[in-house]
Nanobody
Framework: QVQLVESGGGLVQAGGSLKLACAASGRAFSGYAMAWLRQAPGKEREFVAA???????????YYADSVKGRFTISRDNAKNTVYLQMSSLKPEDTAVYYC????????????????WGQGTQVTVSS
């Protein structure tokens, strides 16, 4: 089992950047595929990005079309942490961002994950 704690959210102007972090507790972090999802007010939770399990420098990444080229997901297994670097932020990126994990399972674009963080608010002003 793994527990996830997000940090790094906040208020930023359009065009700005933020870096989210998700710290995981528990064992075998490298065996977990990790993802970021988001939920805006009145909307369903949606997939943002995911990174496969394995060695930090030998993983695959996946992105929603809406964030491709602007967001970068990465992981540091030594720190049990996954990151989401967000650049060129837009007001439509405003949402609560959730970190999620699944052991040796990754469904690209999927919103069904085994473990979830509590979420961190990202607000992009125009």
């Amino acid at each position: 089992q793994v527990q996830l704690v997000e940090s790094g959210g906040g208020l930023v102007q359009a065009g700005g950047s933020l870096k989210l972090a998700c710290a995981a507790s528990g064992r075998a972090f490298s065996g977990y595929a990790m993802a970021w999802l988001r939920q805006a007010p009145g909307k369903e939770r949606e997939f943002v990005a995911a990174i496969s399990w394995g060695i930090s420098w030998n993983t695959n990444t996946y992105y929603a079309d809406s964030v491709k080229g602007r967001f970068t997901i990465s992981r540091d297994n030594a720190k049990n942490t996954v990151y989401l670097q967000m650049s060129s932020l837009k007001p439509e990126d405003t949402a609560v961002y959730y970190c999620a994990a699944a052991y040796h399972r990754l469904v690209v674009g999927g919103t069904t994950w085994d473990y979830w963080g509590q979420g961190t608010q990202v607000t992009v002003s125009s």
